[in-house]
């Protein structure tokens, strides 16, 4: 039962064009969402997140979308730089008021981002 | 630059011996995770503790497995015997506010 998927595997896009890296998710309780980066050898990077009490997110070249009634979530890069290019995971959490989670991630499979020069 | 610190970054080892891998969260973390990252199954939870305590050790394989926080500056995970099926990169986090700051990560390969 995967709760969050990333249906693409990879994507690939020209330097200074739009990424578009997409995520589903499947738990009508998961109110916090995530991007992470990350590069081999190293461990996922946070990257930035956005409440579901929102649908835009903006920090610089990174702008994260969350569409509650589909269930949907994107994270837009403008523009891609060629070091962009790594494995970007989606992940998902219930935080609200009363949650004993303790900010448990559900993460999805990852999509491979390579942006050419 | 406070980190997650985990050792050893890589450990090669034969089928039936234990392994232990160690994780030092932040400093002030008090909410810390391990991970466990496949090729199958993507990132998976295996167990996370709040103050120390366990709260969820669900996805670990509890035969084998075992997770402990012997004080707030070091976390464990153990797997004893090992098996070439646990052959992964396991990933110690630690949470403050809503983010979870990941380690470097230890790769493990059981022969």
């Known amino acids: 039962d995967q709760q969050v998927k990333q249906n693409s595997p990879s994507l690939s896009v020209q330097e200074g064009r739009i990424s578009i890296l997409n995520c589903d998710y499947t738990?009508?309780?998961?109110?916090?969402f995530l991007w992470y980066k990350k590069y081999p050898a190293e461990g996922p990077t946070f990257l930035i997140s956005i409440s579901s009490i929102k649908d835009k997110n903006e920090d610089g070249r990174f702008t994260v979308f969350l569409n509650k009634s589909a269930k949907h979530l994107s994270l837009h890069i403008v523009p891609s730089q060629p070091g962009d290019s790594a494995v970007y995971f989606c992940?998902?959490?219930?935080?609200?008021?009363?949650?004993?989670?303790?900010?448990?991630?559900?993460f999805g499979q990852g999509t491979i981002l390579t942006v050419h020069p | 630059d406070a980190r997650v610190t985990q050792t050893p970054r890589h450990k090669v080892t034969e089928m039936g011996q234990e392994v232990t891998m160690r994780c030092q969260p932040i400093l002030g973390h008090n909410t810390v995770f391990w991970y466990r990252q496949t090729m199958m199954q993507g990132l998976e939870l295996l167990a996370y503790f709040r103050n120390r305590a366990p709260l969820d050790d669900s996805g670990m394989p509890k035969d084998r497995f075992s997770a402990e926080m012997p004080d707030a500056t070091l976390a464990t995970l153990k797997i004893q015997p090992s098996e070439p099926r646990d052959s992964a990169v396991y990933f110690c986090?630690?949470?403050?506010?809503?983010?979870?700051?990941f380690g470097a990560g230890t790769r493990l390969s059981v022969l």
């Open positions: 738990n009508s309780m998961f109110d916090y």
């Open positions: 986090a630690s949470r403050w506010e809503n983010i979870q700051y």
């Open positions: 992940a998902a959490s219930v935080q609200g008021a009363g949650g004993t989670s303790y900010g448990k991630l559900t």
